[in-house]
């Protein structure tokens, strides 16, 4: 049974969640404080998803890679698939094994030096992006990723995965990460944008709401990616639909959840 301390935290305005911990860390004596409220993993996984535009999470993926997904009943990190090709810049999509099915994976957008925090070179953050896989927590970022990869690759056709945001962050919590940038965009003008690229941009969900420095989400509605390093599994656990045209192109396990893409997006 939860705390009564957790219970009250459940209580707080969503949006004073990051404030009311940073308060408690002013001092020695507040630090003991902090430690009767600082919410465990489950409580912040409820923050994050709390409004309700924040239920579902999306992930984007071609209909081709459908049948390895739905056979391991799992979504991997490029690292896992190909841990021999970990930071190195893929220039054009790329086959994997994953069982007795192959998988693409999306090429590396060419991101420009100028993007980069000091210190951290262009290897060292494409292996921390192939370590994870990615989430677009409301249908307004997924829908801008799937009218890009549209624009981009015009006979190709894409998916995508629903899943419940709750359900999957607190079973995954310990391996989930918080962005409030789109991570491997490539902006076309650096000097414009107010943040660097580098690892420091992926917040573990434990420290959300505590963590105040760097380019970090403050609150739920910053959050613009969620990562899960690794792999997500069991996938079926959290699957509430497909989204693809035509909906042949699923998987038969998961015809029953299969919807034209035209309905997630109008």
Known sequence: MPCDSCLSLRRLDIRRFGDTVS???????SAGREAAV??????????VTHAKGRKTLYHFTRASNLPAMAERDALRSSARLLPAEA?????????ARMGAHAATLN???RIPDAMLEEGCSQETFRESLD???FFWPTIRNCRAMWEMYGRREPEETFAVLALDAHSLLAAHAAKVKLSKYDSGSA????????????PALFLPLADFGHVRDGPVPLKPSDIREILVEGEVA?????LQAVYVTPVSSAPERWLDLTRPAEVLFG
């Open 23 to 29: 308060k408690d860390r002013r001092s020695p004596v």
């Open 38 to 47: 600082i919410p465990n993993l489950a409580d912040i996984a409820a923050a």
């Open 87 to 95: 930071g190195r810049r893929r220039e054009a999509p790329t086959m």
């Open 107 to 109: 090429a590396h957008l």
């Open 131 to 133: 370590r994870h896989v």
């Open 187 to 198: 902006p076309r003008f650096p000097h414009r944008c107010r943040y660097r690229k580098s």
């Open 234 to 238: 069991p996938l079926s656990a959290f």
